[in-house]
């Protein structure tokens, strides 16, 4: 069936480094991949998606790479701060019209 | 205006009780969600509501009973729940009738216990 897989599930970096999270698909009519970043107590909050026919994207501090071939995208954070501590959550949209999300990843940054 | 309201923020509920949740959005999106999420897992889609009907319904059981008064509204009906119903229980609202390829915003959830 419809599958996304993240990796990892945990993630400790220190402050000004950089973090990667990487997901991938098992829907070839996926065409649309956000990523959603959840502080505790609170709902999650799309901080950037990208669609089918981009390869990359970018906003500030935060990017996101998209291999169709592959079916894998990934999320980069640079010079990360304490309050990019929080889970993140890749998605995948499905044929179906709806979106399938990744098992989530707990990034930590120390100061 | 971005946002998505939900009330109450937390409910405690016997297994007897009923209660409801409420959601709320001002931004014109003509699609409506609720996902139930439980700790450490992503969230998990229950119900769809597109022009104010009801399209996707994941086989969720009757005790949750969905309901769209209007276009800017959308409650969950609750009877009869079970302890393992105890979750964060999320809206969310786009602009698509379905949430792909558009930007989806979500509110800040219900955490519901039930005792």
């Known amino acids: 069936g419809e599958n996304v897989e993240q990796h990892p599930s945990t993630l400790s970096v220190q402050e000004g480094d950089s973090a990667v999270i990487k997901c991938t698909y098992s829907?070839?009519?996926?065409?649309?991949f956000p990523w959603y970043k959840q502080e505790l107590g609170k709902g999650p909050q799309l901080i950037i998606d990208?669609?089918?026919?981009?390869g990359e994207k970018k906003d500030q501090r935060i990017a996101v790479t998209l291999n169709k071939t592959a079916k894998h995208f990934s999320l980069h954070i640079t010079e990360t701060q304490p309050e990019d501590s929080a889970v993140y959550f890749c998605?995948?949209?499905?044929?179906?019209?709806?979106?399938?999300f990744g098992q989530g990843t707990e990034l930590s940054v120390k100061p | 205006d971005t946002e998505v309201t939900q009330t109450p923020k937390h409910l405690v509920m016997g297994m007897t009780n009923k209660k409801s949740l409420k959601c709320e959005q001002h931004?014109?999106?003509?699609?409506m969600y609720w996902y139930k999420q439980k700790a450490k897992k992503p969230p998990e889609l229950m119900f769809v509501?597109?022009?104010?009907?009801?399209?996707i319904n994941e086989s969720v059981p009757s005790r949750f009973s969905p309901e769209c008064p209007n276009s800017s509204l959308l409650n969950l009906h609750l009877h009869a729940l079970q302890p393992e119903d105890s979750a964060l229980y999320l809206c969310?609202?786009?602009?698509?009738?379905?949430?792909?390829?558009?930007?989806?915003?979500f509110g800040q959830g219900t955490r519901l216990t039930v005792v």
């Open positions: 969310a609202s786009s602009q698509g009738v379905r949430m792909v390829n558009t930007e989806a915003f």
């Open positions: 829907d070839s009519a996926s065409n649309y």
């Open positions: 990208i669609r089918s026919n981009v």
């Open positions: 998605a995948a949209s499905t044929e179906g019209g709806k979106l399938i």
């Open positions: 931004m014109g999106h003509r699609a």
């Open positions: 509501y597109s022009y104010e009907k009801l399209s």
